[in-house]
């Protein structure tokens, strides 16, 4: 089932240290822009076909989808204001 809105996917691996660093916001992110948003994780290691599909290069990788299509990716750790400056330009 695809979901019509805002789709948030956060690639992520145990062993990812930036990766655990973000994991709070991703709560946050799922809080803050319940009305918009909804955040799904994605565990690198255990899905490499699903990884390999999003072409992820580096951990953690957010990627964003509108309606089915990408619309933006991070790779990389970054703080609070980043991940909501990101999702705030394409809301």
Same mark, same amino acid.
């Given at each position: 089932?695809?979901?019509? /809105? !805002? *789709?948030? +996917?956060? +690639?992520?691996?145990?062993?990812?240290? #930036?990766?655990?660093?973000?994991? #709070?916001?991703?709560?946050?992110?799922?809080?803050?822009?319940?009305?918009?948003?909804? +955040? /799904?994780?994605?565990e690198a290691d255990p899905n490499p076909t699903s990884r390999?599909? !999003?072409? *992820?290069?580096? !951990? #953690?990788?957010? +990627? !964003?989808?509108?309606?089915?299509?990408?619309?933006?990716?991070?790779? /990389?750790?970054?703080a609070q204001p980043q991940l909501k400056a990101f999702l705030?330009?394409?809301?």
């Amino acid at each position: 089932m695809e979901y019509s /809105g !805002l *789709v948030l +996917v956060d +690639v992520w691996a145990t062993w990812c240290g #930036p990766c655990r660093l973000m994991a #709070p916001l991703m709560d946050w992110a799922a809080s803050t822009y319940s009305d918009g948003l909804k +955040v /799904g994780k994605l565990e690198a290691d255990p899905n490499p076909t699903s990884r390999d599909a !999003l072409q *992820v290069q580096g !951990l #953690p990788a957010l +990627v !964003l989808f509108r309606n089915g299509q990408e619309l933006a990716r991070h790779e /990389g750790a970054m703080a609070q204001p980043q991940l909501k400056a990101f999702l705030d330009a394409h809301l």
